[in-house]
């Protein structure tokens, strides 16, 4: 189900058909979507609706049972999670998503591993700082120590510190504030719109949900139902149905 | 007079025996406490209940031996040989055995590794066996000198094995916490999902934490043999006395953090031997071990046991009631 | 037949009672207990004791040697029952090594050499002097112990051991009490390994240390696990196997005493490892013990192309159920807070009789907790809980459930290792045979009860539509029909308030109608349910009346087409557009 605006040469990610779950039991059963360079996308759904596992998929925490992922025009089941990581795709979990007995420093240090060049991890590191002066102020701090909302801005420079192509960000907003919701979204704009990265965002939260992203996919029971713009959602009479 | 007092109602004998008795359960204490670190750091990091790990302990011990008696090899290069070998087997553990009997296993993971590792320790000992025979064979070559102060004694080796643990424990530590593969190590123990997420190679990071561990405990496993003998057997007691250290110190501390308890262990055995025979000091550790396990269950366990003992007056009372009919 | 091989059956013999009463412990119940020999100790020295320096008759110092042994497992079992995994391992570990210590540290009790002098056994006036003596009361000892172990094992009480072994939160939900059995079964054991004991003693001649120490913990730690987990036959094959490789070695190979019994434990190490990886229930699985292969059978196959009761398909209910109906369960202002986080923030709602009641919020709202605060796996800060107007505030699980009130779990929980028979008919409450009592003095009671549990469990079984799959193994079901199977256990414990959780999550449309369907029909039966969902879709043909929960509290209720127009709800679940 790709965008109609979006050609081929635009796509960074494109998931076809995707099954996927836990051992041999399916929790996702039949999952379309794509994301082209410098889109934010998002995922909604109730709890349970196969989000999480959709994610874990693409980023090779799980292996899909059917269907087809591809990245940058070639296929990701056969790469590893260190791969993957190393080419761009970073994963950003619902819970515990920072190292808590680690410090800021130490965190953000981890979230570079993939990246072997050393100017490029001074780059991101500068910019992780710009995004977020707070990190800065912290960076001896244990990243247990801090609080909820400021974890989860920890959490995304962890993720940016890998210079990713493609965020996976599961549930951000989630116990956070909407004034840090809103400084984590308008950092992901800004990344999309001025360095060309993209990113998925799962939420059950519409209203987070659109504020940033271009398109919405939405999930239910482990199957895509919906494709649609913010605007076309935003327009929507109600969103009760779709849960 | 209140010494000779104090001393007659405590039992002991004069303050030489207790300072001796220091001595070597400090000494006694930095064996504990260095395969303690090291079953703490791999039981932390990979979860897996190497029970082998007096295997490795063994091996390197044995292979030393080997080395120097068959081989003919100096001190240094044999212990050096020992350490090797018993490293490349404690890797091979993991990938031949844990590995595969954990991914298989998933959620259920630890009673087959449990049960594989007493497997590796059944054919380690009796291969060992088979080859170069039961005989206690002797890690010669260490210079002898015997240090005696004030009627209290101790030898040149022992000095160095106290001296080696802390710089091993402290390096251990160093490396944990100022490293880049610590740090890797460290986001493995206290977050395997979010280690992925960065994009750590946790295989990678288990061969690496089993080489080490492996490795600190192979060095007190020299020390042994260089102090007592080298025999086929020589793991089994040790490892006891390990997951004693390492649970009582807990898994994610720092390995000087444990090694310091495996002092305090040695400490508590050896004065203990002040008043009771070895035997018996050696329950006083696993005493310990016991009351540290009941009293784990805790004041949420007292309210659970107390649920269950009012469903046994319950039952009594159900029997009593209905008079057996 | 040569003496030499008598000599090896008599050892298989005496190491089968030890290997069996461990699988009971281990096998069947899932603790992991290192400390085995240390129990046949105390049961070979206390017999020998009483023997040599008592002259107490030997068949008096068998029952004292079982007697102090199950006592002693009793203590144990106490520090165990809170214990994870890890820990009972730790716990049984010291244990043997205290009690091994303690041995050879008294004099009385010959320290390293062990009592000696151990009087001849003698049964019905003959004297066991030559392995040919003792063969035949061996076999009978066996065949006695079998027959107990079996009965207790393959018991309601032994479906107890093993739906705590495979998930004790669930065994519990069900109501049942797990605690007293942990007991129970780590005292019977270690009586049973104490008579073990003092067979080695009396059949050696001597009650030595050696006979008890650690290694021998793991060997037969090995038989168990090598012959087969929750298979008795399984762990005698075991010790056959374990105790004749020697001999096979030493007399088929050729080899010198000792070169075999190397080349034996190499085996054996080799032998164990071979079978976790590549068979890990063992050489004789589980379900191929002797009485389920007889249950199978004896089991009449359920008739073919008997229509469900329940009709697939979305199902609407006929008429709404009365408005008017009784709350059963009450639940006033509870309080639950973790650490400063108000989870549950003065709670309030009823659950009416027959309704089929929605609980739905945002996330993070506290739904779950409060089917714990409900159920009792949590204890409320404050305010109350009534069931049919009695307050069940803080009562144990176990007992909620046995007064009617039973759950379903998000992550479903079915008992992996059991059949789906078996897992729905471990739930019908109050089963002769769940407590040794019963299993002992009136075993008449329990098998009739089981006919009756049987019945029971099969009717729940095609009431959800699984009766052609009782036989097979719940942990091979897809996980639609698993959520199906935990739907006819908790129909089984017979509660009349079912809480749901998340009832049709991680299953596709075609099972969430099924669901839907059967939920429906229940509440038309009169059963009082609540479900917590997030697919508001399910809510809505479900629900009767819904609370909407956000921030540990009800902030709503009604039905849903009134809830759907209010503005702050709106923005409440999906947050501000």
Redesign the interface.
Known sequence: MASPEMNGADVLLEVDSLQA?Y?????V?DVSFSVGRGEIVTVLG?????KTTTLKTI?G?LRPLAGSMRYDGSDLASTT??ER??SGI????AE???????SVA?NL???A??VADKGRRDHQERLVHDLFPILGERLGQAAGTLSGGQQRILSIG?ALM?DPRLLLLD?P???VS?VITQEILSALRRMADEEGRSAILVE???????REAQRVYVM????TILEATAEEM?DRE????L? | MTHQLLATILGIDSVRQVVQAIVSGVVTGAGYGLIGAALALILGVTGRFHFAIGSTYMVTAYLAAVAADIWGLPLIPALLVGLAIGTVFGLLIEALVYHPLASRA?EGALLPVFVGSLGIVIITENVVRLIWGNDTRNLGGFPQHTYNIGNVTFTLLDVTLVVVAIVVLGGLSLILART?LG??I??VR??P?????????VRRIFYVVFALGSIVAGIAALFAGMKFAVEPAMGNEPVFYAFVVAFVAGT?RSPIFVGLVGIGIGLLESISTIWVSENVSALTVFGLLFVALAVRSGPAGLKQLSGALSSVNRQVGRVQRTGGS | MPVFWIDVINQVLIFAVLAMSLNLLLGYAGQVSVAHAAFAAIGGYAASYLAIKNGVSVPLGFLIGMAGAGLVGLLISLPALLLAEEYVILLTLSVQTIVLVVITSIGALGGLYGLTGLPVVTIFGKELLRPEDWLWPLVIVNLIVFGILSWVGESPFGRILRGIRDDQLATQSLGKDVWVKKVIVFGLTSAVAGLGGALLAYYNGVSSPGLYEFSQSILIVTMVVVGGRGNLLGSVLGAAVVIGAGPFFQKVIDLSPETSSLWRLIAFGVLLIGVLALRPEGLLPEQASLPALLRRLRRRPPVAGTPPLVPAGGATAAQPPPADAPAIVNVEDVRKSFGGIHAVDGLSFELKQGHVTGLIG???AGKTTVFNLLTGALTPDDGKVELRDQDITGWPIDRVARSGMVRSF?DVRIFPNLTVLDNVRMAVPGQRGENLRDLFLMPWAVVGGQRKAIAAGREKLEYVGLAEKEGVLAGSL??GEQKLLALARILAAEADVLLLD?P??????EW?DRMVAIIRNLSREGMTVCIVE????VV?RLADHIYFMDGGKIVAAGP?EAL?KEEHL??AY????
């Not at chain 1, 515990?96 to 680690?102: C, E, G, R, S, T």
């Not at chain 2, 999902?193 to 190679?201: D, T």
């Not at chain 3, 997030?534 to 879709?537: A, M, Q, R, V």
């Open positions: 779950g051992g041999r039991s399916a929790v059963f109730h709890n349970g609706a196969g980023f925490l999670y260190t990581a190393r970073s994963f950003t979990p515990k998503f920072v190292f808590p007995d680690l130490a240090r981890l979230g591993l993939g962890i890998s549930e907003s989630l116990g909407p059950q939260n519409v209203g987070y949900a659109l239910r029971s482990g199957r935003r109600h969103w009760w149905d849960f | 998933g880049i740090e890797q460290r986001a206290g977050n999902l979010m280690a992925q997420a960065v994009g750590v190679n994610r | 945002p996330n993070g998000q897809p996980f998340e049709a999550s991680g299953i596709d449309a969430v997030h697919n508001l879709h809505e849903m759907v709106v923005e999906f947050g501000q557009p």
